[in-house]
């Protein structure tokens, strides 16, 4: 599979035009990946834009590639979003990656009740760059033609703002309902995966999440960690949605 390469802004570049790497992408594809001239790549824009093309010179801050063939896909829908409660260590991030790969659209960072991590403003933001910096990263790897989104941390009051106008299933292991018994029609709501911390979720915020419209679900007879919850039931959901 030819390499694969992102850039931050629109691509309007169409056959026989040249695209441009510069900075860490032209580093990353000379000095790391070390692409050479005549060889096939292809290049994105993280929002539908795919160009395959051929190297056409490579330096250590400038790659050029020359474009043969241009396809734009379709943003997804309906979105599949994960809802990732900040965890201690690790396993919030290990999760946002694993998602990203395996297709997610969005990704809410959520300051649940029993979170050990904790983030204030200044960390929400830099947290937020750093799961950004990760889901590119990953998206990049997976060849996906969008990236999703990482949106603002939100509370379990915004959470229940959203089932107003999305499928809201949270992920609790003492739920009745199976997820993969549920019939997921596709339709223009997004369907929100809402995956606790490592103590669960409070029963106040299950209780408020409910009372808002949304679903309690699990997964099957075993407790998993927060870091594969999410992919998990990403990986159900996809199979009921014929993405995969």
């Keep these: 599979m030819a390499l694969h390469f992102l850039l931050d802004e629109p691509l309007a570049a169409a056959s026989g035009d040249e695209v441009v790497l510069t900075g860490a992408e032209a ?3 000379a000095t790391v990946r070390r692409v050479r001239v005549g060889e096939e790549v292809t290049v994105g824009d993280g929002r539908g834009a795919w160009l395959t093309g051929t190297v056409e010179s490579v330096a250590p801050r400038e ?3 020359r474009i043969v063939e241009r396809t734009d896909a379709a943003a997804p829908s309906p979105r599949v979003v994960l809802v990732q409660a900040l965890a201690k260590g690790d ?3 290990m999760a ?3 998602a990203t790969e395996l297709g997610v659209d969005e990704i809410v960072p959520w300051q649940a009740a029993r979170s050990v991590s904790r983030w204030d403003a200044a960390k929400a933001a830099k947290g937020r760059a750093r799961w950004a910096a990760i889901v590119r990263e990953a998206a990049k790897q997976a060849h996906r033609a969008w990236v999703p989104d990482v949106s603002e941390l939100t509370t379990t009051a915004g ?3 959203r089932a107003a106008t999305s499928l809201v299933l949270v992920l609790e292991p003492t739920a009745t309902d199976r997820l993969s018994a549920l019939t997921v029609t596709p339709d223009d709501r997004d369907i929100l995966l809402v995956v606790g911390p490592e103590g669960g ?3 106040d915020e299950l209780d408020a999440l409910t ?3 949304a679903r309690l679900v699990r997964l099957g007879a075993t407790v998993l960690r927060t870091s594969t919850a999410g992919p998990a039931a990403l990986a159900v959901v996809s199979t009921a949605l014929r993405r995969w």
């Design 27 to 29: 580093h990353h594809a």
């Design 63 to 65: 790659v050029v590639v």
């Design 91 to 93: 396993r919030d991030e």
């Design 96 to 98: 946002v990656q694993a």
């Design 159 to 161: 959470l229940s703002d």
């Design 201 to 203: 979720i409070a029963q």
């Design 211 to 213: 009372a808002a419209g």
